[in-house]
């Protein structure tokens, strides 16, 4: 056997480091090409939207769209009996208040605290920001001036950077519902110890999933830090293979773990006895990359932590447990 074939067979960390290194950039591949067709498709859309009407006004729904941005967060895993959801995102969907709002996002998980704070004190010295918003919902979303029907103008991206708080209490007033959050100052360099931020992530993780929350997990790009912390989760919570969970996640987000001592303390964590009886890479990467991002897990999978859970990224994935076959729909 080649050094090549021994590193791909996974029977070695090494191995599988190679392994899972191979299958992101074949997943991130197919879903850099998906996202491209569907900005396309979006720009051709918004084009034929916004061409004026008849009396010479563009469309309101295009401008509202146009101020509040696009919430570009992936949905990784949903529970339709609960309602449990995995989102994996950035630092501009954290602050994206209508965009969570949207899509009912009633949980925070900031893998970069102490970063994304730094990112939005320039903007509260520039803007004059306040620190604390006393209203609530759409109320909280209003900037002090209105205009001339007296009509609310929503907050811009710089202005919710100048009073934004990472903390429950923030949420919870700006989406107007009850919202758990959880802050993590992890920082995205090489050889920092991501794994001692597992415990905590998990457990704020499955407390959400017990709870049927909808969760978003960023960092500053969506990248290093809260795929990593997701797929700790995916593991230590739901029992799945370290394989399996970085195929899920990279199927859905794209290029992840490009930290590479993250993906080594994922390995030594969670890769112990994943060397055989896999789906190979070309089962698990770019299957109907075209469809619409949806995944599904029944209730009493999610209740079960520890299942072995086996994915292959086509239509269906199979756990089996004391001889039985149990379904997951996970659907691109």
């Not at 992101?24 to 569907?38: A, V």
């Not at 969506?222 to 919570?237: K, V």
């Not at 990224?313 to 199979?318: E, G, S, V």
Request: glycine share 8%; hydrophobic share 35%.
């Amino acid at each position: 056997m080649s050094q090549v074939e021994s590193a791909m067979s996974g029977s070695s960390p090494e191995g599988l480091q190679a392994r899972l290194v191979e299958l992101i950039e074949t997943n991130g591949s197919c879903k850099e090409r998906s996202r491209i067709q569907k900005l396309q498709e979006q720009e051709q859309e918004q084009r034929s939207i916004s061409e004026p009407s008849e009396d010479g006004f563009e469309a309101v729904g295009t401008m509202a769209a146009s101020a509040v941005g696009a919430f570009s967060a992936d949905l990784v895993l949903r529970d339709e009996e609960s309602g449990f959801e995995l989102w994996l995102g950035s630092l501009e969907d954290a602050l994206n208040i209508e965009g969570l709002r949207l899509h009912g996002i009633n949980a925070i998980l900031n893998c970069a605290l102490e970063e994304c704070e730094n990112e939005c004190a320039p903007y509260r010295a520039k803007l004059g920001g306040r620190r604390r918003c006393h209203a609530r919902g759409p109320s909280a979303m209003a900037a002090p001036d209105h205009d001339v029907e007296g009509r609310s103008k929503l907050l811009d991206r710089d202005q919710i950077k100048s009073i934004a708080l990472f903390d429950g209490q923030w949420y919870s007033d700006m989406l107007d519902c009850d919202t758990s959050f959880c802050g993590i100052a992890a920082e995205d360099k090489s050889e920092y110890a991501m794994d001692q931020h597992f415990h905590d992530a998990v457990e704020f993780l499955g407390s959400c999933r017990e709870e049927g929350r909808r969760v978003l997990v960023h960092c500053i790009m969506g990248i290093n830090r809260s795929s990593t912390a997701l797929i700790a989760f995916l593991c230590q919570d739901l029992g799945m293979t370290l394989p399996d969970a970085v195929a899920l996640c990279s199927k859905h987000r794209g290029y992840i773990l490009s930290n590479h001592s993250f993906l080594d303390q994922l390995v030594r964590q969670y890769g112990h006895g994943d060397g055989e009886d896999h789906a190979t890479t070309e089962e698990c990467a770019c299957a109907n990359a075209a469809a619409t991002t949806k995944a599904t897990v029944p209730a009493t999978l999610l209740r079960r932590p520890g299942n072995l859970v086996r994915a292959f990224m086509d239509r269906w994935a199979f756990s089996r447990t004391s001889g039985k076959t149990m379904f997951w729909n996970i659907v691109q």
